[in-house]
């Protein structure tokens, strides 16, 4: 990823952290302090003036089991999520739940949402584009002095070809539908996170993929902002045989989000 300058991976970070929550689940009879453990990746959308948490289903279908929980960007507090999701599972696999004005303005934060003109109609960068993947993968969830600690990750990766190793993994990623995406240290990058070590890839389903478009755009012979960047994607698989994160495409539940 040599070939992006320093001031990329800070402006893009930057622009996507305060989207993103982390997603948490706390059932019945949990007594440790704190409680709770991490579920997924959840990001705020806003459609027609209401403010939504979108996630993957498989993520959002832990609520029947307990509590699922939310920290918005900036805030140290961790609110619940008092709602049902509506759902299109798998392949799919896509959740979003409002959040009343009174949870949104409940604790000072930094919080954004984006906004439903950030979503591409279709998945269609240019070949070699860079992809950008945040979110708050579980191996890196520790709890300590009665608060947990996620350290949520940015990652850069390319789309790659269909492994036919998937196949092996349940859910099965569908070739031609699903995005497969490399997420190994010689092909990923870890751009924001404490040590630049790429985490397991668990706790990521949830997380927009991003189309930077930062080859399109400086291509073109244009001058690149983090605003160009668009959803693209969601996340909502990691195969560690095959090395991939897998996300489906915008373009599948652009319908489900009423877009």
Aim: glycine residues 12%.
């Amino acid at each position: 990823m040599s070939s992006l300058p320093q001031n990329f991976v800070k402006a893009m970070g930057d622009f996507v952290d305060p989207f993103v929550t982390a997603i948490a689940l706390i059932k019945p009879g949990d007594t440790r302090n704190p409680p709770g453990d991490h579920e997924g990746t959840g990001n705020f959308v806003t459609i027609d003036n209401r403010i939504y948490i979108v996630t993957c289903e498989h993520v959002a279908r832990s609520q029947s089991s307990g509590m699922l929980g939310w920290t918005p960007f900036g805030s140290n507090a961790g609110l619940s999520i008092p709602e049902s999701f509506q759902s299109d599972p798998y392949p799919v696999d896509i959740a979003a739940t409002r959040l009343s004005s009174n949870s949104w303005t409940l604790v000072p934060h930094r919080a954004q949402c984006a906004t439903t003109e950030m979503f591409a109609n279709t998945h269609s960068p240019v070949e070699g584009e860079f992809l950008y993947v945040f979110g708050f993968p579980g191996s890196e969830a520790t709890a300590g002095f009665g608060q947990h600690l996620i350290r949520g990750i940015g990652v850069i990766t390319h789309e790659g070809p269909y492994d036919p190793v998937l196949l092996k993994e349940s859910p099965v990623p569908k070739e031609g539908i699903h995005l497969c995406l490399p997420y190994l240290p010689e092909v990923a990058e870890v751009v924001a996170g404490d040590n630049g070590v790429l985490p397991l890839g668990d706790g990521l389903s949830g997380s927009f993929l991003w189309n930077t478009r930062y080859k399109e755009v400086t291509d073109a012979g244009g001058a690149w902002s983090p605003t160009d960047a668009q959803i693209t994607g969601l996340v909502w698989g990691h195969s560690q045989k095959a090395g991939m994160l897998i996300a489906s495409r915008v373009e599948d539940f652009r319908q489900f989000l009423g877009i």
